[in-house]
T-cell receptor, first 116, second 111 residues
Framework: EPEVTQTPSHQVTQMGQEVILRCVPISNHLYFYWYRQILGQKVEFLVSFYNNEISEKSEIFDDQFSVERPDGSNFTLKIRSTKLEDSAMYFC??????????????FGPGTRLTVL | KNEVEQSPQNLTAQEGEFITINCSYSVGISALHWLQQHPGGGIVSLFMLSSGKKKHGRLIATINIQEKHSSLHITASHPRDSAVYICAASNYGGSQGNLIFGKGTKLSVKP
């Protein structure tokens, strides 16, 4: 069964460093998403991506964040200068869309980011 | 702004019990999702529904659009059902289906 994969599973970084979180969505999916979950809190939407551009982004997704689909398979989230409060689990998700109907989203296993 | 509320926050049940988790949302939605999150953190989609009722094995999800309310039921609960169950809403308004999440219900099923 196809699945969304994410690497690395755990990333530890120093405050101020850049990190890139990687995701490989399901191959025939067209919509891609990043979410984050700070420990003990609910999952929050960061950004959605379609047709090689951002469709929508939340208030959390400020200038320190960027997303890219550098090739036909990878979807990346970059944090330019990490802050302590960026420590969280980051989930990638993808979905297909048929005839204007939203389809379920498939989630990756997550990348736990720890900023020291 | 849509808000998604779940209850209860925590739920402990004995194996075999029938379980209900409730979800309410504040504005119109395009779809309501039920997700399962295991202790390791991974999230699995259980259901996506915009009307009526769906069933998969021992899991049943219902939605009442007029009342802006959805329920997830687990019949004959088992310890392996122990997880966090999350309700999430897809908004209308041109967004590409990004989800707004509830805080989750932590379910523990005792043998």
């Amino acid at each position: 069964e196809p699945e969304v994969t994410q690497t690395p599973s755990h990333q530890v970084t120093q405050m101020g460093q850049e990190v890139i979180l990687r995701c490989v969505p399901i191959s025939n999916h067209l919509y891609f998403y990043w979410y984050r979950q700070i420990l003990g809190q609910k999952v929050e939407f960061l950004v959605s991506f379609y047709n090689n551009e951002i469709s929508e982004k939340s208030e959390i997704f400020d200038d320190q964040f960027s997303v890219e689909r550098p090739d036909g398979s990878n979807f990346t989230l970059k944090i330019r200068s990490t802050k302590l409060e960026d420590s969280a689990m980051y989930f990638c998700a993808s979905s297909s869309r048929l005839a204007g109907i939203y389809n379920e989203q498939f989630f990756g296993p997550g990348t736990r980011l720890t900023v020291l | 702004k849509n808000e998604v509320e779940q209850s209860p926050q925590n739920l402990t049940a004995q194996e075999g019990e029938f379980i209900t988790i409730n979800c309410s949302y504040s504005v119109g939605i395009s779809a309501l999702h039920w997700l399962q999150q295991h202790p390791g953190g991974g999230i699995v989609s259980l259901f996506m529904l915009s009307s009526g009722k769906k069933k998969h094995g021992r899991l049943i999800a219902t939605i009442n659009i007029q009342e802006k309310h959805s329920s997830l039921h687990i019949t004959a609960s088992h310890p392996r059902d122990s997880a966090v169950y999350i309700c999430a809403a897809s908004n209308y308004g041109g967004s590409q289906g990004n989800l707004i999440f509830g805080k989750g219900t932590k379910l523990s099923v005792k043998p």
